[in-house]
């Protein structure tokens, strides 16, 4: 029982023991931490004073100044990459597409951005703006605004083309009409008058047909009642009447159908015309004006960056 009582002594002993061993080496990390940050500020510190005494004992030579010829090469390699971002704006912007009419109402933007890009351009302390620059500049600053005036004068009339278009596309139907109905009305004055010619020569054939019969008993009948000369001499006069409508009449068809074709056909001509100003004014012709702004642009200013090369 003594024996029991002893080892649950020592156990406590031990444990208590042990909490204090594990107290004591926390505190020695402590300790140890602590040393060791100081250790490192003195380092530092150390090497920072070296560092003073290496200044002190042997000065830093300053840079040796840059050769004239990097200059001038760091120079025109700023310049080239200046012109290429503003000739990739100028494209960017000269491939613009507007997407609707009336695109007149997106000049105005377009010319200022256009022109900002030029002025950015011309701000940069690298890039000597000549005369022959700023001439060019001009001229192409006037050349697209021109062409986009006019363009933009042409599409406020789009609404008399459309009309004009309807109007000469009612036109043509009613020159068909007009036509159907003089030929009508032609056709039905023709048959009348030729009916009575020939209505005319048949009568006189059929009185001369009678008088023939009747010379045949001639001895019935006086001399003087013979009428077959003076119906031959009416019959040849009928068939001329008869021959003369009927050229007349296919004259007179001939004038109305060169009239009808020629009246058409410059309808059908003004159509078309109207029709393929119309597609002119709803597509955005634009483009064309304004890219040509861009490539003058382009080409201004790489003249100017050779210009510019050679001074430098």
Known sequence: MSSLKSTVEKLKNLETEKLSLLAEIEELKKIAEAKSNTLADEIAALREEINSLKEVIEPQQPPSPPSEESLKEKNLVYMQGLAEKTLNESKQLGSLVFPALPFSQNFDNWLANFQKIVTDFEAQSNIYVDDQFAEDRSRIFLDVEGALTKIKVEETNCGAVEKALAYNNHFLLETDKEYAEKTKQF?????????????????????????????????????????????????????????????????????????????????????????RKLEQLEADTSIEARQAACQALSNAINALLERNSSIA
């Open 187 to 275: 056709s039905l004055k023709k048959d009348a008058q030729l009916q009575i010619l020939s209505n005319r020569v048949n009568e006189i054939e059929r009185q001369l047909k009678v008088q023939e019969e009747e010379n045949k008993h001639k001895y019935l009948k006086k001399r003087t009642d013979d009428k077959t000369p003076q119906l031959t001499q009416n019959l040849k006069t009928a068939k001329s009447d008869l021959e003369a409508a009927q050229k007349s009449f296919a004259d007179e068809q001939n004038n109305l159908n060169a009239d009808y074709e020629k009246k058409k056909e410059d309808i059908i001509r003004e159509v078309e015309s109207l029709r």
